[in-house]
């Protein structure tokens, strides 16, 4: 049976869905679910590792810098969440090779929900024997560092609306045409009808319980670590933002579900809360582009493009996407997460964003 046949009948029986059950089906169902059957990776949507290989080496330097600040543990555990392709991990690794004793030392984790991406995560990283772990909270208790670029989006959202002083959950159900359609749970019980909100006074949140998740998970970790996380969202709190992509175009979230990507923008700002109040290390968040300034982005640039003649306009443009205002430097956002005890992270000293309470 199709996902929408199945979506159809659960709705039918149990009432509209909460959000992120319906993210959580698109995504991940084991038969039909986006990234267990057909992750368009490079396809349906672009991500920084797959627009320049700097992007990856300026992380793997990043990491060699913390583990030293650790205190160079022996064994540690490089991590990273949703590596995808496998991309990132790969250019970083490349980078660190001259510093053996970093990769001496390291144990390479992936936490990936797809077995797709796991066949191809395997294959690239063969040569670090990488094992895999369904979630964050199953990694071993070891000294670790943790990378994760574009895997917070993907956490299900719950949206919430506050409608004339109201506030109510959004639900998918289904309209008497038989097609999906997002309302308003008129109570939080399944199966309560659709509302309209058309032309009424709206405010809207959208709430990733996964957050929570992450940050337990790392609370109750044992050794040292940072976890670096990069993503697309804001300081203040997001509402409706849940999107679809496919092929590049943006397409209606709606439709033929499990075929295209699902994401929404990440609360940095709760991140940030979150993290505090379970006693965690916290920096930033900081925009990508001066992050990755930081980092020497620049330098790298000049360094792949002297003495490169057709490619360098190109190497060029790729690099610009990730650290112009425009594009992807300011939209996305990088924070770092640590065991309590630990220096302040490299790369956030001179990154404060406008408007940050500290
Ligand atoms: N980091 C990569 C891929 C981003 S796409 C890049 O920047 O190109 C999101 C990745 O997270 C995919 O590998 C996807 O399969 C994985 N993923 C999404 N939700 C997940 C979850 N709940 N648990 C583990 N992996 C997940």
Known sequence: MTLERRLREMIVSGGPLPVSVYMQLCLHDPEAGYYSTQP???????????LSQVFGELLGLWAVHEWQVMGRPDPFILAELGPGRATMMNDALRAVRVHTDFLTAMRLHLVEASARLREIQALRLATY??????ELASLPDAPMICLANEFLDCLPARQFVELDGQWHERVVGLDAQGRFRLGLAVDM?????????AGRQVRELDLQPGLEIVISALAQRAGPFR??????GSLT???DTLRAFRENVQVDPLEQPGTCDLTVDVDFGRLRRLAEKAGLGVDGPALQGPFL???????R???LIAGQDKQAEVIFKAVSRLVDPGEMGERFKVICLSSPGLPGATGFA???LKGEAK
């Open 350 to 352: 001179m990154n404060r």
């Open 293 to 299: 300034g930081g980092l020497g982005i620049q330098q």
């Open 237 to 239: 709190p997001p509402g």
């Open 40 to 50: 368009g990776l490079g396809r349906d949507f672009i991500t920084a590792p797959g």
């Open 129 to 134: 024997r990488p094992a895999f772990a369904d």
């Open 301 to 303: 640039l000049d360094q």
């Open 189 to 197: 019980v399944p199966g309560a009808e659709l509302q309209a909100s």
């Open 227 to 232: 976890a670096l996380f990069i993503d697309y």
